[in-house]
């Protein structure tokens, strides 16, 4: 006689309330940090070429660099716009032109630098202490976008957290039902494939400002992905368990 399988319970409709409640507080966690992280691209990133919203210009501009400017014009001129007054603004883009010099630097400039930026730069880990007079003058040179010690320290960052997030993402939907199998593999794989695009598009986009496209489909890519997991697993896990059907399929075998 054929032993019933004791693995039925294995698909996101069918499971106990305890792990739903589990997989149920992580994605909401997730998808409240992906939310968040998208604000925060648009209030960096996104105001590169000084408008709302993210464009093709300000992936150039974040990595290539607005070279015919200094980075330090690009930022207040960008993301940096709302947090110093305009006469400000334009006295420190004017020292950079004028060549930054050291003189004109203690007379005047490091003062407004300390009363407007120190805040932020100088209290929050990552930001260049631009207090600092060498720090400055490298900031008002050409803006060559990211630098390499940037990149490489973003690159790894990102490729082993948001790797983690996908692969727990993706272990939880891999238990939904009613998907094809073809759809249900590729859409667990993409989300890695568009991240690793999106970081490699970083390194090319700093030497060939053409390779920008790539970094808004990286982004797009696993934004779609992800978020298509996210929902069906939602609805599976919600929805699915009361609507007076059975689900006795091993998603794993589906």
């Known amino acids: 006689m054929k032993q019933p399988n004791k693995t039925t319970w294995l698909n996101l409709p069918s499971m106990g309330l305890s792990i ?3 997989f149920t507080g992580y994605l909401l966690t997730i998808g409240f940090g992906l939310v968040t992280a998208g604000a925060q691209i648009l209030l960096t990133h996104g105001m590169a070429d000084g408008k709302m919203g993210l464009s093709i210009d300000d992936i150039v501009y974040s990595y290539y660099g607005n070279r015919g400017n200094s980075k330090l014009e690009a930022k207040l001129n960008g993301s940096m716009k709302d947090k110093a007054p305009e006469d400000i603004r334009a006295k420190m883009i004017h020292w950079a032109r004028d060549g930054a010099s050291e003189e004109a630097w203690e007379a005047e400039i490091k003062k407004e630098v300390t009363l407007y930026c120190s805040g932020c730069h100088g209290s929050i880990p990552g930001l260049p202490v631009i207090t600092n007079f060498d720090v400055m003058r490298e900031t008002a040179k050409s803006d060559q976008g990211a630098s390499v010690d940037a990149l490489t320290r973003v690159s790894h960052i ?54 920008a496209w790539f970094t808004m489909i990286g982004g797009i890519g696993y934004s779609l992905a992800s978020s298509f997991m996210w929902f069906t697993s939602m609805y599976q896990m919600w929805v699915l368990p009361y609507n007076g059907k059975d689900y006795l399929i091993n998603s794993w075998e589906d």
Not at 184 to 199: H, R, Y
């Open 20 to 22: 739903r409640m589990l």
């Open 158 to 211: 990102h490729l082993f957290g948001i790797a983690f997030i996908f692969f727990i993402m993706g272990f939880i939907f891999s238990f939904s039902v009613g998907i094809p199998k073809l759809l249900k593999e590729a859409t667990i794989l993409l989300p890695f494939l568009f991240l690793i695009l999106d970081i490699i598009s970083w390194w090319a986009t700093k030497w060939f400002a053409g390779f």
